[in-house]
């Protein structure tokens, strides 16, 4: 609870990953992917209910090992690549309003690829989204590349750089500030999480983490890189339990 609003957090987690099969059990450092974003929740005291929205048998046995509520099992019909992540969402918020007869004033959704932001970045998603009436807030970090300087596509056999910037840029620093949406939070108003459905909202805030815990995980090298940070973490802190 925060400034006496209940807050849901739902975990998003369907089977079938075709990047990297079974990515939601991959190990990272030895533990299971989905393991962090479970543990991240859990030191969270912003957060009222946790609730996994999974079609994978292997993760529920996961959450449930965990001591993640995992009360039902997400139906077919939300659980293909066409659905989106608001459908999915909004159908965990219902199940467990109906369920635990109480209504939330904020949902937080954590995306399972992000296992490395903290639950401070969690914490002040939260706090952002309240403190400045926000319809709703997700998290971006600075990109590798900016889409003005040095992001180039290919449009009728030309290479052409994907955003004309309205001045000519001599050094990647003169480039106007973009970011990554980094899937690792989205907090919404519960209203405007029903009423919309997009996340670029009237008074959408942008939570901003830092590149090395914005990483989220989309192909193998992925992977690697994460374990690699764990691992040089855990080794610096002297923690065998990452």
Request: aromatic residues 8%.
């Amino acid at each position: 609870m925060f400034n006496g609003l209940n807050v849901l957090c739902t975990v998003c987690a369907r089977g079938g990953s075709k990047g990297i099969p079974g990515k939601n059990r991959a190990l990272i450092a030895g533990k299971p992917l989905i393991f962090y974003t479970f543990d991240t929740a859990k030191e969270c005291e912003y957060l009222d209910d946790i609730i996994i929205s999974t079609n994978d048998d292997e993760v529920i046995k996961l959450a449930k090992a965990r001591g993640i509520n995992v009360p039902f099992k997400r139906p077919e019909n939300i659980s293909g690549d066409d659905a989106s992540k608001i459908e999915v969402v909004r159908h965990a918020v219902e199940w467990a309003e109906r369920n635990y007869h109480k209504t939330y004033d904020i949902i937080v959704d954590l995306s399972i690829v992000s296992p490395l932001r903290s639950a401070e970045d969690i914490k002040n998603s939260i706090e952002l989204l309240v403190n400045e009436k926000a319809d709703n807030v997700f998290s971006v970090s600075p990109p590798y590349r900016n889409p003005y300087y040095n992001v180039v596509e290919i449009v009728d056999g030309k290479i052409k750089i994907v955003r004309k910037p309205g001045k000519k840029l001599v050094r990647r620093q003169d480039a106007p500030q973009v970011y990554d949406m980094n899937d690792s939070i989205y907090v919404w108003q519960r209203k405007i999480l029903f009423e919309k459905d997009t996340v670029f909202n009237e008074r959408t805030k942008m939570y901003i983490m830092p590149r090395e815990r914005g990483i989220d995980i989309d192909e193998p090298f992925d992977l690697q890189v994460v374990s690699l940070l764990i691992e040089r973490s855990a080794a610096k802190t002297g923690d065998e339990n990452v």
